[in-house]
């Protein structure tokens, strides 16, 4: 599915008490990553969510900080952005895929919510339209699916 071709979602309703977010963000890319994060404060706004936000370096070191936050706790549910920009060489596919299976391990492993914002794209133009202040923002998109996430780990009461 195209970003241009997405459903418009409602944000979740939540039950019991505000959820604590955890952004994991590697701002490689800063205005890619702002607008993310912009489009995810809008949706988190709406369900009264709390943020904390930390920074990592890119976004090979997003799947190791989630493990750590992890551990920490503390928080309902754990929201990453990031962006990889296609170059000349290997490196693009190499990092895109470790970050994602890395994801993709502890979430299966842990059951924590997850909302998983990396933009893997062919050009910086691509990243900025998909993190602008409309309905087509990513990071928006994976807050919605990680309040969707802690709605369905309440009500399962996994947690």
Avoid at 40 to 45: D, F, Q, Y
Avoid at 108 to 127: C, D, I, K, S
Avoid at 137 to 144: L, R, S, Y
């Amino acid at each position: 599915m195209s970003t241009v071709d997405a459903p418009e979602r409602a944000t979740p309703v939540i039950p019991g008490p505000a959820p604590r977010i955890l952004l994991i963000q590697a701002p490689y890319y800063a205005g890619v990553c702002a607008g993310m994060r912009r489009g995810a404060e809008r949706v988190l706004a709406e369900a009264a969510a709390s943020l904390q936000v930390v920074d990592v370096a890119g976004s090979f070191e997003l799947p190791a900080a989630l493990r750590m936050a992890i551990r920490q706790g503390g928080w309902d549910g754990y929201l990453l952005h990031g962006c990889v920009v296609k170059g000349e060489t290997d490196h693009y596919q190499f990092i895109c895929e470790a970050v994602c299976q890395g994801v993709m391990d502890i979430g299966g492993e842990t059951g924590v919510p997850l909302g998983f914002g990396l933009l893997t794209v062919e050009t910086l133009a691509q990243a900025e339209a998909r993190s602008a202040d409309d309905r087509h923002n990513k990071g928006a998109e994976a807050a919605q699916a990680l309040l969707g996430q802690i709605a369905l780990a309440r009500k399962w009461n996994t947690r």
